[in-house]
């Protein structure tokens, strides 16, 4: 209990400065160029903090019920906006009605972070293009979310670093920010769930993250 007011303590001494920031920003007369810039700093640094207070958070915060997975992916899908990327191809193979047990939060914010994770180092080196493809299978007793990218990927030797706490892969360091915790925020849901997390290289190139989970 200690914990939990502690984190949301938190959560709003950090949070609501950046709240306020943006609301000025997007009031002040400023050219637009320069508006979205730092209103996208803002987010950045929220979503930093967001993921900090994500994996300092040892309870899940919702009880265990019925998820519909297909469902999930596909809200979440929505939430990340994919479809604001201009250069994204998007390709998706979700079985219909997948049902397993679990935190449904914890479930959304597992996917939501594959996908960010997607989405940030997902484009093609040569031409550009953010091109990701996700699925959902299933077989007797387990689930199966699996989100690969184009991106320049992560070589074999160093994949393993990707879950570790505040670790990214060479590619991911060069032009990116973010707090490492993305991929360990996955690994942490899907093992309070009994499942795992497996990344390996994408053919010719990129990353495949799977995250199993037991029906």
Do not use: W
Request: net charge negative.
């Amino acid at each position: 209990a200690d914990r939990a007011v502690l984190l949301a303590g938190i959560s709003h001494d950090l949070r609501t400065p950046l709240s306020r920031l943006r609301l000025e920003l997007e009031m002040a007369q400023l050219p637009e160029e320069t508006r979205a810039a730092a209103v996208g700093d803002i987010e950045q640094m929220d979503a930093i903090v967001r993921q900090f207070l994500d994996y300092a958070r040892k309870v899940p915060q919702a009880p265990v019920s019925e998820v519909d997975l297909s469902a999930a992916i596909t809200a979440a899908l929505q939430r990340v906006r994919l479809d604001a990327e201009p250069s994204a191809e998007v390709e998706a193979d979700i079985a219909p009605a997948v049902r397993i047990r679990g935190h449904a939060t914890e479930i959304d914010r597992a996917l939501d972070n594959l996908l960010t994770n997607a989405m940030r180092y997902g484009r093609d080196p040569d031409s550009g293009k953010l091109q990701i493809h996700v699925s959902l299978q299933t077989d007797a007793d387990r689930a199966s979310v699996c989100i690969s990218d184009r991106g320049p990927g992560v070589p074999t030797h160093d994949i393993s670093r990707l879950l570790r706490p505040f670790e990214r892969g060479d590619s991911a360091r060069s032009g990116h920010t973010g707090a490492g915790l993305g991929l360990p925020i996955v690994e942490r849901v899907a093992r309070m769930h009994g499942g795992d997390l497996r990344l390996c290289e994408n053919v010719p190139h990129g990353l495949r993250a799977e995250m199993r989970l037991p029906r």
